[in-house]
Structure formats: C-alpha cells, structure tokens
C-alpha cells in the first residue's frame, strides 16, 4: 500500500471490479514510523552488514533511494491500517476488518530470516484488511 501514488484511485477501480459479496485482502506493513524496540534492533543488525560477499547495496545508496520513493508515494508518513481502512469504506467497501495479529505468519517466516530480521519482524506494524463489496 506505501508504494502507491494515488492509493484512493487504486481503491475506487478495486471496489468497482469486485462482484458483489466480493472480498478485497490487503497485507501490509507501515514500514515508516517504527518504534523504539525495531530502532534498536534494526541498529544491531546494522552493526552486522556488509560482512557478506561484498556484493551488497551500500547503505547510503539505498537510504537515497528510499527517500526518493517516499517523496513520491501518497503514504509516506507510513501506511497505518486504520487510514486504509478509513479509505476503503470511502469508496463503498464495508464490512471492513484489520487484524494485527500476525503471530502465525511470523512464526512461519521466521524459518527463513536469521534472528535479529525475525525480531525486527515481529516488532513492525503488520497487517491484514479484509472489506467487502456491498
């Protein structure tokens, strides 16, 4: 969701191709405004880059083309669930739910990401939003 432009647009042609009785399934993240704990924890892993191949993407790199993304994109004070939400019931979808309690996809990801990418995981504002078509 962070990534579009025009997030109200996407919404308004999702809710006019879904039938009616229709569900919409959105999973994200806000991966913008994190809290004190990831801060942490994202510095800890910092300290563990760059000890690969050689390969990687310099940080300084990938920081200017974050910020280059996020001048563009309509979300980029973050992609909070509940102003989602808020936009999808504006353009007609109802019955609108967001679970944050993603324990289970973490758990199962979890396998695949070292320990400190796990952690982080788990701290990050996670989602899934379910609406309907009336």
């Known amino acids: 969701m962070w990534t579009l432009v025009d997030p109200e647009a996407c919404f308004r042609e999702w809710a006019r191709v879904l039938k009616p009785g229709g569900r919409l399934l959105i999973i994200d993240g806000d991966f913008v405004n994190?809290?004190?704990?990831?801060?942490?924890?994202?510095?800890?892993?910092?300290?563990?880059?760059?000890?690969?191949?050689?390969?990687?993407?310099?940080?300084?790199?990938?920081?200017?083309q974050h910020q280059s993304i996020l001048s563009r994109v309509f979300f980029s004070q973050g992609a909070r669930a509940e102003a989602i939400a808020q936009m999808l019931g504006e353009c007609g979808l109802t019955n609108i739910r967001i679970d944050t309690d993603l324990r289970h996809i973490h758990k199962a990801q979890a396998s695949h990401f070292g320990f400190l990418k796990s952690l982080q995981r788990g701290l990050q504002h996670r989602y899934a939003i379910t609406a309907e078509k009336p």
């Not at 994190?34 to 050689?54: D, M, N, Q, W, Y």
């Open 34 to 64: 994190i809290g004190p704990l990831e801060r942490l924890v994202k510095k800890v892993a910092s300290l563990f880059e760059g000890k690969g191949t050689g390969s990687e993407v310099p940080n300084a790199v990938m920081a200017a």
